[in-house]
């Protein structure tokens, strides 16, 4: 476990880390709605990612549990009147946070290498492309109890639009229409017809 | 080096958009692309590709960038896209360049690698605005069409 030093580091600085990113939540314009939570609450949100981060980026095996956990929090959210963009850059602004304590440790710890700073940047995007992924759909299913459903998600709808995307594109691929031209009066008329 | 590696994805752009484009209408979690009309969606990507080193080291404001993906977000709901799947493929874009950084750019002395780790700064600063904005203008036109 190339990481595991990285990851054991994160989470002996969780305390910090929480601490600095409920700050950076509680003054981004992109978070307003995180401003109305309890400060102790929102600190236990952003704290059980920090001190459970090797758990969470424990490969594939816990991915089911991982999309589970961010549907929820979307749904969650969604309960909570959150704007959905905001819960994004809430993951975001934490990520970044996270990053940049990763970026640092490399100038101040040369047993990192820069592999392994690679290598764990992978299993940080992967973690939150996910995380951001999961909890836009909680978000849409909410809606879509609430009566809003994107239209495409619907299958018959889909296979429909498909169908006449594939009209279009194959009128555009027929053989080009030839013109003619008559003259009346002077005048050129051009006229279309269909070859073959 | 950074520079280098964001010419090597414009030098690359249309192989690498009609790439992508395949891998986006083949996806299923991406199915809503395709009733995407084939070119606009190559279009779409070639121009993210062949413009890389502007979008991620020239347009420091992000001006362009709230603008574009915000106005993708808003496209992309009246076209009946679920979000997620617009998130997704915003996601696997990022994942498509960062694949050929790694299997075309030669990245084995520490400061090449050093570069790779500044690249990879920029590229997620970049992708998780782009999604952030995306998704912003998304949800205003869907806020906007339930006022009505």
């Known amino acids: 476990m190339l990481t595991k030093k990285m990851v054991d580091l994160i989470e002996a600085n969780a305390l910090q880390l929480s601490k600095d990113i409920k700050r950076k939540l509680l003054t981004h314009s992109s978070t307003r709605s995180y401003q109305d939570i309890d400060e102790k609450t929102l600190h236990d949100w952003i704290y059980d990612v920090c001190s459970r981060y090797s758990y969470w980026l424990d490969e594939d095996k816990e991915k089911g549990e991982v999309q589970q956990h961010y549907k929820d929090l979307g749904k969650e959210r969604f309960r909570q009147n959150f704007e959905l963009p905001e819960v994004i850059s809430a993951l975001y602004l ?14 101040v710890d040369s047993a990192l290498n820069l592999n392994q700073i ?5 299993l940080l995007v992967r973690f939150f492309d996910h995380a951001v992924l999961h909890v836009t759909e909680g978000y849409e299913e909410m809606l879509s109890e609430y009566g809003y459903e994107a239209p495409l998600s619907n299958s018959e709808r889909l296979a429909e639009s498909i169908a006449a995307k594939t ?18 009066k002077g005048m050129i008329r051009l006229s279309y017809y269909r070859q073959g | 080096m950074l520079v280098r590696l964001t010419e ?24 809503s692309y395709q009733t995407l009309d084939e070119h606009t969606l190559y279009e779409n990507i070639f121009e993210l590709y062949s413009r890389l080193g502007h979008w991620l080291l020239r347009d420091t404001e ?22 997620h799947q617009v998130i997704q493929a915003l996601v696997a874009t990022k994942k498509h360049i960062w ?13 090449e690698l050093d570069s790779a ?10 992708f998780d605005m782009a999604i952030y904005h995306t998704t912003l203008g998304y949800c205003k036109a869907q806020n906007l069409r339930t006022a009505i």
């Open chain 2, 8 to 31: 090597m994805i414009e030098n690359n752009a249309a192989d690498m958009a009609e790439d992508l484009k395949q891998k986006l209408l083949q996806d299923p979690a991406t199915l």
């Open chain 1, 167 to 184: 009209k279009r594109q194959e009128e555009i691929l027929e053989e080009p229409k030839l013109p003619t031209f008559s003259f009346t």
């Open chain 2, 117 to 126: 780790v500044d690249f990879i700064t920029y590229l997620n600063r970049f």
């Open chain 1, 118 to 122: 690679i290598e764990l940047s992978f």
């Open chain 2, 62 to 83: 992000k001006g362009e960038l709230r603008s574009y993906y915000s106005n993708i977000g808003r496209q992309r709901f009246e076209d009946g896209f679920p979000l």
């Open chain 2, 99 to 111: 694949d050929t950084v790694l299997e075309k750019g030669i990245m084995t002395t520490a400061k």
């Open chain 1, 94 to 107: 934490t990520k970044r946070r996270l990053w940049e304590f990763i970026a640092i440790s490399r100038e």
